[in-house]
């Protein structure tokens, strides 16, 4: 990459509704409320608010106006909230309806209405990787010394449970930080990863760069998942070969090639699966793996029983020695909600990615968080797979999803502007810019 075309991302933040929402993400779970049986939490509350006027600017949009990867995700939160309904019945199934619509489709539309260009897109991952390296200091005094640094004195402030005992990990605690879950914070710090090279280090490796991904690394590593390392290697992965790639022709066609390949030799070399061999291996124990391999068998027969609608939230059929945790996002949303959800939020998000990557543009800037965001969610697609998405991490799924439409175009406010007033003087043109 040249230096002359070197993408720099503006020293800003995002808009202050996304920096409050993004910041509520990492709230530990002890600040939320609960008003009779619904639990408000920081985050719920600021969707809650966002979501309608939200929705109208995204309908005045003219830029980058409402299209199908929209109506997709607007129909995946309308058709899970209509299978909690016909699951649980309408006392019961419409408050959580209600509140999945919210957390899902809010979040996206959210990103939609302020994430409308790249620079927009760089101050979100920006706002993320410094989170996230935040949260790696109280993460590693977490881990060595066996205190919850951050959940045990908001639990002291304002009530609840505090984080439950989870066994240790080669000889280190797994670090809560103010997450749920060691994985879902773990989840929360690989999603940085490609963003941090891509954007904030400008694609390049140098000695500022290596530092920020290490960073990213390192609180990957005290969440001690699987699901989070599993997400961070397919990262590093698909990076290496954008590097070790470049200049050569149809590298990416290559590289689906030989995935497929890799797909057909174990669909006939092995007894399971692909999905089953991935899912066995991508585990950080041998008894994870096992009960993965379970959850598959038993969750796939419940959507052979409820293809429509699912089950809601009602308990599935399993071994009396399972957990009721199905760790797996993709295949609980398809249980709890039946295939025609899974169907939209998968085509939303085949359509956002074929839309990005149709793009000609010769701009680093988009390039980059072209490749950063595909990689990113091809990350929570994997991890997705052995991990699920709940509460705040959920929420930070379908808002990434939302970035990406931001993507799918080119954002050249200075042309258009150029092309409406060519009589006007530079000076005044680029003050006609800022209005």
Known sequence: MSTA??????????????????????LPPETSLSVGSLRLSPYRVTLIALIVPAINMLLQDRHNPAGWPDGLMAMHGLWAGLSLIVTMGLSEGIETAGIYFVETFGAYVVAR???????????VL??????AAGLLIFAAAESFSGTHILREPFKAIFGGSGPHYIEPRLGLTRAFASFEHPILFGVFS????????Y?????QLNLASVKKLAAIGMATFFSLSGGPFTALALQMGIIAWDRFTAGVANRWTILLAIMAAA??????ASNRSPILVFISYLTFSANSAYNRVHIWNYGTAEVARHPIFGIGLNDWIRAPWMSSSMDNFWLLTTVRYGLPALLFLLLSLVIIGMRQTRQKSTSDANKNARKSWLVTLLSFTLAGLTVHFWNSLMVQFFFLIGCGVALTQEHRPSQAKQQF???????????LLWI
């Open 199 to 203: 954007i904030l280090g400008n694609a």
């Open 263 to 268: 797909w057909l030799v174990l669909t006939m």
């Open 421 to 431: 007033t060519p009589q006007k003087s530079p000076q005044i043109q680029e003050r």
């Open 113 to 123: 209405a302020y994430i409308k260009t790249t620079d927009d897109y760089a101050a």
């Open 126 to 131: 920006k706002l993320i990787f410094t989170v």
């Open 190 to 197: 690989a999603s940085a990863f490609a963003g941090t090279y």
């Open 5 to 26: 075309t070197t993408y720099k991302p503006a020293a800003k933040w995002p808009a202050l509704p996304v920096v409050i929402l993004l910041l509520t993400f990492t």
